[in-house]
């Protein structure tokens, strides 16, 4: 693993202002938003979210990630300081093109975990590890996690960062993406 700092700047958005920074990691860029000012003893109230273009950009209703994103955005800015996470992971890690494909398969009948081992892929191809380097770099230590899914805590507690809240996210459910909300609870073990 090789991530690398690249650049930060200001970036106003309809969230408040926030400071973007840049890393870069075998080629793939992801990104960190920081509101407010960090100190090391800062328990950091923190969402990471993996890209997905088509509930981010593209406000599709098959997903609830446009809706977490959106509300980890405003927790932040509640708060007044915390970091969102946005890890260049399009579809579970197997990128924009597969997961349309996934897509196709769902649409057929397949939920998301079954529609990803079919294309060959895992059915969570994602990889948290270089978390660790970007905590350090902004001098964190210990989370508040918005989060559903235990592989993130997992992920985090393994590289030395204290989990010492986490906050659910129950929020972009519709009729469009119940199926899929069931599968992460069912199949990818993600809690409530």
């Known amino acids: 693993m090789s991530l690398r700092f690249i650049s930060q700047a200001e970036l106003p958005t309809e969230f408040g202002t926030f400071q973007v920074h840049v890393f870069e ?50 927790a932040i800015q509640k708060a007044g300081q915390g970091v969102l996470i946005y890890l260049r992971q399009e579809g579970r890690g197997i990128g924009l093109t597969e997961k349309i494909k996934a897509y196709q398969l769902q649409d057929q009948g397949m939920d998301t975990f079954d529609a990803n081992i079919k294309l060959g892929h895992a059915a969570d191809s994602r990889d948290y590890g270089m978390l660790k380097e970007v905590f350090a770099h902004l001098n964190i230590k210990q989370v508040d996690l918005m989060t559903n899914n235990p592989e993130k805590i997992e992920a985090l507690e393994s590289q030395g960062i204290s989990v010492h809240k986490r906050i659910p996210l129950h929020v972009g459910h519709n009729p469009h993406n119940k199926r899929y909300i069931d599968t992460k609870r069912n199949r990818f073990k993600h809690l409530d």
């Open 25 to 74: 990691d075998d080629g793939q860029e992801h990104l960190a938003l920081v509101m407010g000012s960090l100190s090391e003893s800062d328990v950091v109230l923190t969402r990471i979210h993996s890209e997905c273009l088509t509930g981010d950009g593209l406000f599709s209703l098959r997903c609830d990630c446009g809706p977490q994103l959106a509300h980890a955005m405003q």
